[in-house]
């Protein structure tokens, strides 16, 4: 039963730090997506790709999170420096506009 | 610009009753539509889409969903609610001519026995 797989499941960490969470999308899945999801703002498209290339970011913040795909099975999202507003589920999905197949999030907790 | 409207932010009904979810889009041609499922802890699952043709699309899980073109609306409907259906569940219309999904706000769903 091939799946979105995510890492971390959970990540805890301070002010200012590094974060990157990783992506593999399902096999064959030629466009990822990367969403967050909070309480306040429910759930934003941050990014996309096809064929490994970035067809919208206009959803992240620039300054401070950052979207690649170093190859079609890895897809990563990085936010440095953290802040305690990034505090939120961050989910990957793959597929296309027909049927999008999300994995299980990254839940982000910046103290 | 496409929105959704999810009207009800929460809904209780009892396990048996029947349910119906609101979802309502602004679009101007006609738009692909579905309905997602989250269950705590979880990522989405894609219940149903609609694209074209018949305006009652049945899902998975025993769910259908009704566009009505003229209300703007592609309500979720199930006939006799379970326990396991208590989740939050999601409409969504495509962005034009592009892979993007809009989300609405979302309805959480509470099933008492």
């Known amino acids: 039963d091939a799946r979105v797989t995510q890492t971390p499941r959970d990540k805890v960490t301070e002010m200012g730090q590094e974060v990157t969470m990783r992506c593999q999308p399902i096999?064959?899945?030629?466009?990822v997506f990367w969403y967050r999801q909070t309480m306040m703002q429910g759930l934003e498209l941050l990014a996309y790709?096809?064929?490994?290339?970035?067809?919208?970011d206009s959803g992240m913040p620039k300054d401070r999170f950052s979207a690649e795909m170093p190859d079609a099975t890895l897809a990563t999202l990085k936010i440095q420096p953290s802040e305690p507003r990034d505090s939120a589920v961050y989910f990957c999905?793959?597929?296309?506009?027909?049927?999008?197949?999300f994995g299980p999030g990254t839940r982000l907790l910046v103290l | 610009a496409q929105s959704v409207t999810q009207p009800d932010i929460h809904i209780t009904v009892s396990e048996g009753a029947s349910l119906e979810l609101r979802c309502n889009y602004s679009?101007?041609?006609?738009?692909?539509l579905f309905w997602y499922v989250q269950s705590p802890g979880q990522g989405l699952q894609l219940l149903l889409k609609?694209?074209?043709?018949?305006?009652l699309v049945q899902g998975i899980k025993g769910f259908e969903a009704e566009f009505k073109r003229s209300q703007s609306s592609f309500n979720l409907r199930k006939p006799s609610v379970h326990w396991s259906d208590a989740a939050e569940y999601f409409c969504?219309?495509?962005?034009?001519?592009?892979?993007?999904?809009?989300f609405g706000t979302g309805t959480r769903l509470q099933v008492f026995p």
């Open positions: 999905a793959s597929g296309s506009a027909e049927t999008q197949y």
């Open positions: 096999l064959g899945h030629n466009t």
């Open positions: 790709f096809r064929n490994r290339a970035p067809l919208d």
């Open positions: 969504a219309v495509g962005a034009d001519h592009t892979d993007k999904l809009i």
């Open positions: 679009y101007g041609a006609t738009p692909y």
């Open positions: 609609y694209f074209s043709g018949d305006t």
